[in-house]
């Protein structure tokens, strides 16, 4: 059964710093995996989706990798500012699980002024 | 504007009172499926729907009925709620054909039953 994880629960840092949030996936038989951002009590905004046949997806200063035979994500933020605080989740659509997405518990992000 | 909408973005109401949460995609999009979201569970999907008049429950479908008459909508009932479904519900929706298999989220609905 799939399970997803991710590194660390909690990230605070100054602004400015670049920085990395992991994500890591048990099977490595997935369609994609995508990255949202959520802040808190609200919705679910996508940031990225990697196909299983990519290997990064760029959007501004986001960048996301994605190493299917050692089941890893990583998403990169660049020059980091405290609009970019909130928890980020990352989600596998694996081949075996019918369309339904796999989640893990998320980190959440402080960019510190 | 492609989206997927939800109503009410807020309720409250009292045990036992029969509510429905709508779900309205403009994506035509097959699968739509249902979440909550609790403090330290995270996600758990309730229901999903592949397309019309197919429907299966997820991981936690106790006390939830959902439908899929129409391609666009899906509906999220709780025929007699309780206090222990008080939660964030978010609804959300995918294509099933192409490659992307993306999928969209709602706004999310707050729910609180006292």
């Known amino acids: 059964k799939q399970e997803v994880t991710q590194i660390p629960a909690a990230l605070s840092v100054p602004e400015g710093e670049n920085l990395v949030l992991n994500c890591s996936f048990t099977?490595?038989?997935?369609?994609?995996l995508q990255w949202f951002r959520q802040d808190p009590g609200k919705g679910l905004t996508s940031l990225l989706l990697i196909q299983s046949s990519q290997r990064e997806q760029t959007s501004g200063r986001l960048n996301a990798s994605l190493d299917k035979s050692s089941g890893r994500s990583t998403l990169y933020i660049a020059a980091s500012q405290p609009g970019d605080s909130a928890t980020y989740l990352c989600a596998v659509r694996s081949v075996d699980s019918n369309y339904q997405l796999i989640w893990g518990a998320g980190t959440k992000l402080i960019i510190k002024p | 504007e492609a989206q997927v909408t939800q109503n009410p973005r807020y309720l409250i109401t009292v045990t036992g009172k029969k509510l429905t949460v709508t779900c309205s995609q403009n994506?035509?999009?097959?699968?739509m499926s249902w979440y909550r979201q609790d403090p330290g569970l995270g996600l758990r999907q309730i229901y999903y729907?592949?397309?019309?008049?197919?429907?299966d429950k997820g991981d936690v479908p106790e006390g939830y009925k959902v439908s899929r008459k129409e391609k666009r909508n899906f509906p999220l009932i709780l025929e007699s709620p309780s206090p222990n479904q008080t939660s964030l519900y978010f609804c959300a929706s995918s294509s099933t054909s192409g490659r992307s298999y993306e999928q969209y989220f709602g706004p999310g609905t707050r729910l609180t039953v006292t």
């Open positions: 729907s592949m397309n019309v008049e197919v429907t």
């Open positions: 994506m035509n999009h097959e699968y």
């Open positions: 099977d490595s038989a997935i369609y994609n």
